[in-house]
């Protein structure tokens, strides 16, 4: 069974950092490819990043790059998500995503599996 967990959201300033991590169960890095993906509120989801499993290449939103970096540990089976230089337009519900196609999409729809989510507010 696959599964997919969220943590490390919470509140935070403008201008600061927050660790996300996404625990993985039922799949592995190198069977899927994965996503984060978030929803503001009353926004629709939009991509943030995407990494192959096939290279590890990586596909930024380009209202993060430079400031959101995606990783993976694969003894722990963890995705994580950094974000530094946080802005309050970053406030949203984070989920990772994964889907075994060797090039990720940048579209939601086409992710197999979700987590729950996790909510980071960036205060202003």
Not at 2 to 10: D, F, K, P
Not at 15 to 37: I, Q, Y
Not at 62 to 88: C, E, H, W
């Amino acid at each position: 069974q696959v599964r997919l967990v969220e943590s490390g959201g919470g509140l935070v300033q403008a201008g600061g950092s927050r660790r996300l991590s996404c625990a993985v169960s039922g799949l592995t890095f190198n069977t899927h490819s994965m996503g984060w993906f978030r929803q503001g509120l009353g926004k629709e989801r939009e991509f943030v990043v995407t990494i192959s499993r096939a290279d590890g290449t990586t596909q930024y939103a380009d209202s993060v790059k430079g400031r959101f970096t995606i990783s993976r540990d694969y003894a722990k089976n963890t995705l994580y998500l950094q974000m530094d230089n946080l802005k309050p337009e970053d406030t949203a519900i984070y989920y990772c995503a994964a889907d075994d196609t060797w090039l990720p999409s940048t579209t939601w729809i086409s992710y197999a599996y979700w987590g729950q989510g996790t909510q980071v507010t960036v205060s202003s």
